[in-house]
């Protein structure tokens, strides 16, 4: 039984049938960290505005500098650890890297973001 005042539960377990069940469904703890450590880089102002841009247009580090009005290193260190997380990927035209969102997992998940925190609470 669940105690509302102090919420905190005063059995060992209310449904242990349900909880076998959402247990056994569960991914295993490598790929729960896995997804906390994607959210952790994602949780990042500066990794998100990349990302905003990147959203739109593949670009490269001069760009991406003058659109954010950041200096080129702090932009290059971001997209570095955007990179070694694979949410953005690289690749060389000419002299110039351009950087777009790895793939279309990483568009929903910035689509999907913004829509929740535009959307109107009841």
């Known amino acids: 039984?669940?105690?509302?005042?102090?919420?905190?539960?005063?059995?060992?377990?209310?449904?242990?049938?349900?909880?076998?069940?959402?247990?056994?469904?569960?991914?295993?703890?490598?790929?729960?960290?896995?997804?906390?450590q994607l959210f952790k880089v994602l949780g990042d102002h500066t990794r998100v505005r990349i990302l905003n841009a990147l959203y739109r247009s593949e670009l490269c580090v001069?760009?991406?500098?003058?659109?954010?009005?950041m200096n080129?290193?702090?932009?290059?260190?971001?997209?570095?650890?955007?990179?070694?997380?694979?949410?953005?990927?690289?690749?060389k035209q000419g002299k110039n890297v351009l950087y777009s969102l790895d793939d279309l997992h990483i568009f929903d998940l910035i689509r999907i973001g913004f829509e929740h925190v535009q959307e109107e609470r009841v």
Request: proline content about 3%; charged content about 20%; hydrophobic content about 35%.
């Open 72 to 91: 080129q290193s702090a932009v290059s260190h971001q997209l570095r650890v955007l990179r070694d997380a694979k949410i953005v990927r690289s690749r």
């Open 62 to 69: 001069c760009d991406l500098t003058s659109i954010l009005d």
């Open 1 to 36: 039984m669940i105690d509302n005042t102090s919420e905190s539960c005063t059995t060992n377990c209310f449904h242990p049938e349900l909880v076998h069940q959402v247990k056994a469904q569960m991914p295993d703890t490598q790929l729960q960290e896995g997804l906390a």
